[in-house]
């Protein structure tokens, strides 16, 4: 079973940059959007027929936003965390299947100047977490999306440079580390312990074709399902956004 996440920064942006193929062909039993900026009415569904439709905008229009397309139906869709301001924002949806929960997020950024830091660390991080540990008592977790952060100095190309700077401040770090102490596995470190792999590159200075980038975008775990986990993996020759698609294949 392969799970896969793109944030697609607009959604109406990619589907002119090819990702009606993309969706074709990327052999996912489930594709998960974040930043989508739009709502159902004001795109084409350009993807597979056979894909379960799952829709969270955000209240502002042009904004955030994720969708979980799926080729089975969940047995149940939860939109949201219960956290008001990010709910507002179209920020998580949790999707119900046999086996496990499915859950796709977008977290929030801290802003350049940090002044969404502490709603970020103190408030969303803890709320999402508590969010997941009590889905994994029920059953197993997949979260994907972009957790706007990285977690290692591995983890983007300039630590140094960057170190306070926003998805790179201690308080971001230590919050996703108290993701993984909760009960989750980080899965593309479970196959690669190397620097060079990056999800995000800005757009200026051609830091994408220079490899300047930034791993941001995961997939999370419950630790129960490692033995179940087949590989996990990066896409950066997919284009089309500044991010580009993670994923992993399940047993």
Known sequence: MRVLSWNVNGLRAV??????AFARDCGAEILCLQEVKAKADQVTADWPEDYTVVWNPAERAGYSGTLV?????????NLGIGEPTGDAEGRVITCTFEDYHLVNVYTPNVR???SRLDFRTKVWDAAF???CVRLDAEKP???CGDLNVAHREIDLARPAANRGNAGFTDEERAAFEEHLDAGFLDTFRVFESGPGHYSWWSYRG??????VGWRIDYVLVSNRLKKRLRSAFIRPEVAGSDHCPVGIDLA
Do not use: C, M, S, W
């Open 129 to 131: 977490r508590e969010h």
């Open 112 to 114: 350049g100047d940090l």
């Open 15 to 20: 589907q002119k940059k090819g990702f009606a």
């Open 69 to 77: 397309l799926a080729r089975r139906e969940p047995l149940e869709v």
């Open 141 to 143: 977790v997949v979260i």
């Open 206 to 211: 051609g830091a994408r074709a220079r490899n």
